[in-house]
Nanobody, 120 residues
Framework: QVQLVESGGGSVQAGGSLRLSCVAS??????MGWFRQAPGKEREGVAR????????YYTDSVKGRFTISQDNAKNTVYLQMNSLKPEDTGMYYC???????????????WGQGTQVTVSS
């Protein structure tokens, strides 16, 4: 059974940091990513990692502030978020995929999300 469980969300002040975790089980994934959705806005891709090529990709607004990493032994993907801004507020979702795709935000499996709130 495919299962993605996120944790690590919370409330911080602007300039603070949070680390999100996503534990994956149930399948062998080739890619994982993090998405977010702010109230009234569409869900957007934040960061993704391709396990086969070891390549990461970030949306422009988080480059230099967020880092996606993986711990294969723990089947876990992390999103380290530094220098947080109020506009980073939203529900953050972990996503995973087993297809041999590259360079896309298209993911099949999704977690339930963890809330991140950044106050000014």
């Amino acid at each position: 059974q495919v299962q993605l469980v996120e944790s690590g969300g919370g409330s911080v002040q602007a300039g603070g940091s949070l680390r999100l975790s996503c534990v994956a089980s149930g399948y062998t994934y080739t890619r994982m990513g993090w998405f977010r959705q702010a109230p009234g806005k569409e869900r957007e891709g934040v960061a993704r990692v391709h396990f086969t090529y070891g390549i990461t990709y970030y949306t422009d607004s988080v480059k230099g502030r967020f880092t996606i990493s993986q711990d294969n032994a723990k089947n876990t993907v992390y999103l380290q978020m530094n220098s947080l801004k109020p506009e980073d507020t939203g529900m953050y979702y972990c996503a995973a995929d087993s297809r041999a795709l590259y360079g896309t935000w298209d993911f099949i499996y999704w977690g339930q999300g963890t809330q991140v709130t950044v106050s000014s």
